[in-house]
């Protein structure tokens, strides 16, 4: 694996000041962490990253490049395979550079599906090699000296480039210079490169295709005397072809970006036997592209900028993208609007509001040509973290801040950089009253932070019920902490009681008139009983009365 380069800040740190001349100006400079994931141990990446005044490096592995001049740079995964093709999740990314800052990179592989290809080689004698190179998707190129099976293959276009070659005494010219042949997932595609002797009989066409790079496929037709009927995709040369005319026709090119008109269009070529007549088309850039680099936001968070071109033609960025085949021209978009990505009061939810931190564009495309367009955001707010602790349930406002009421736990968003203050109240629930171990903060919000806070609750009082059964009114005292002696005569619940021991006393009670047949004694049971009443918690007491005939009065 590559070793990250070392940052010139550390030599100064370090004080050796000699090794670097002066250590001024590192701050004006920038990093990128490249962090690698999803290969086997045994096999390295193909990572390379280019950027500002000709930088280019490349790296095996996860690494730190320190020292960077600020602006954009193009990091480029390609694929590798050893058992299995591995490729990267993401093959190029652009990414912004800012002074004094590190980017952060995500190379992530992962196992895919590869196709192969079956190369036939044939018409040469048994001991003479043959001169094939194959180059397809993501840098790949090998060489071939006769037939051969490659495997592991990204699947994609490709191709097959022949050479002459000379063998006993012979030269033997390839049918066709080159070939192009498509490799698809889990398939095995096959190409055959056929040898010939040259011979005075017959003749060649050497097409010249220029204005294309290896990205963009031309479009080529030939066709000739005999039913002769071929394609080309990039210069090559037809060998073994009748004597006759040959018209070739060209139409318009693609490349990933760009598209390409082809001139002329159409043209007629005389072969002659025993010599090489050529043609040539030429293609010409006429459209452009904008590669729009979005950095600083949430992943998946849109960024909702406007793009606006030639007549009127309108884009919305919510990413970094590339735009490809667009109309030469002017181009242009207003400072993007803030992004929030969070509502401003959540439940665990904690989100920015973003603003533009800087934004860079020429505002022309050009035919053929990649205009640069970044915009990098920023968190321009921070956010409040409160924890409510202790509250049986979130029934009414215990806190409040930034002018929102709180209910309970809850995440204050898109707060202003600043001081806030944090105001906590007891409350009452379900008859028991609460106190706050905070009262009032001062918080400090920061952009792009999360400052916490808690609050810790506990219960300060409790309940006490008493039942009493009795078919009369009852004489009951209860008496214990801060409340003194107070009368019950049915049953009752008694809410903010302090905590402590509670006495409950109980009386007979007579009605009737003593002596009649209607006196009754109610006696309580028991008359006298203690509770103990703890804080946040619901304490019982009963009381039951017993009726009886009064005793008869004694005789006169």
Known sequence: MRLARLSPAFWCSAGLVLMLGACRGTASLGAMDIAVSGLPASLDAAVTVSGPAGFHEALTGSGTLTGLSPGAYAVRSDAVSAEALYLAEVVQQSVVVAAGATAAVAVRYVEAASGALELTVTGLPGDASAAVTVTGPQGFEAAAT??????????????????????????????????????????????????????????????T?????????????VTGPDGFSDAATASTTFNGLQPGDYSVYATEARSDLYGFAAQPAEQVVAVAAGESASAAVTYTAVTGAIEFVV????????????????????????????????????????EPADVVTAADVTGNEVGFTYGTASSTFGGEVAAGETALAAVLFEAVTGSVRVEVAGLPDDSQVVATVAGHALTGSATINNLAPGAYRLEAYGV?????????????????????????????????DGKLAITIDSPVEAKVTLSGP??????????????????????????????????????????????TQTQQVAAGELASARVEYATVTCAPPPPP
């Open 146 to 207: 006769g037939s051969a099976a490659l495997e592991h293959l990204v699947p994609g276009d490709y191709t097959v480039s022949a050479a002459e070659v000379s063998a006993a005494g012979e030269v033997y010219v390839p049918g066709r210079s080159t070939q192009a042949v498509t490799v698809t997932a889990d398939e095995t595609a096959s190409v055959t490169v056929e040898y010939l002797a040259e011979g005075a009989s017959l003749g060649s066409l050497v097409l």
């Open 209 to 221: 295709v220029d204005g294309l790079g290896p990205a963009a496929p031309a479009s080529v037709s």
């Open 295 to 334: 950095n600083g936001l949430p992943s998946g968070t849109a960024a909702g900028i406007d793009l606006l071109g030639p007549h009127g033609r309108a884009f919305t960025i919510d990413a970094s993208k590339v735009l490809p085949y667009l109309e030469p021209g002017a181009y242009a978009f207003d």
């Open 428 to 460: 009452v629930v379900d008859g028991f009253t609460y106190h706050q171990d905070v009262f009032a903060s001062e918080l400090q919000v920061a952009a792009g932070k999360v400052v916490s806070a808690a609050i810790e609750y506990r219960p300060v």
């Open 482 to 527: 801060g409340i003194g002696a107070v009368a019950v005569q049915q049953s009752t619940t008694f809410t903010e009681l302090e905590p402590g021991s509670y006495e409950i006393v109980a009386q007979s009670v007579t009605t009737g008139k003593f002596g009649e047949p209607s006196c009754r004694i109610h006696l309580p049971s028991p008359t």
